[in-house]
């Protein structure tokens, strides 16, 4: 059974940080690319970050939605089977449910629901 577990949400000031976890298990890690998603109530999944696996031919691709650059840093540990997400000058925009996911299938920057494995997800929330 594929299992993914997210930690490290919470609340935190506009311009503070905060580090997401996910441990994956029941499948291989170092084989899965993986993605960020976050879901504001209402709306749709938003894929926030995207890494490939590390034995991509051309080598390892990361990449944000426009709206975090600069500001999201996604990365992982092989060896650990875990996912980070450093999410630095968080905005109140940033305020959503965050989802570490694999085999997902986003089109554009939103991913389709009950695609995929999915975590939990970890609540985010940012005060002004």
């Known amino acids: 059974e594929v299992k993914l577990l997210e930690s490290g949400g919470g609340s935190v000031q506009a311009g503070g940080s905060i580090k997401l976890s996910c441990t994956v298990s029941?499948?291989?890690?170092?084989?899965?690319?993986m993605s960020w998603v976050r879901q504001v109530r209402g709306k749709g999944l938003e894929r926030v970050a995207f890494?490939?696996?590390?034995?991509?031919?051309?080598?390892?691709?990361?990449d944000y939605v426009d709206s975090v650059k600069g500001r999201f840093t996604i990365s992982r540990d092989d060896a650990n089977n875990t996912l980070y997400l450093q999410m630095n000058n968080l905005k109140s925009e940033d305020a959503a449910v965050y989802y570490c996911?694999?085999?997902?299938?986003?089109?554009?920057?939103?991913?389709?629901?009950?695609?995929?494995?999915w975590g939990q997800g970890t609540q985010v929330t940012v005060s002004s």
């Open positions: 996911a694999t085999r997902v299938d986003c089109p554009g920057d939103y991913c389709t629901a009950g695609v995929g494995y």
């Open positions: 029941g499948l291989y890690f170092p084989n899965a690319a």
């Open positions: 890494i490939s696996t590390a034995i991509r031919t051309g080598g390892m691709r990361i």
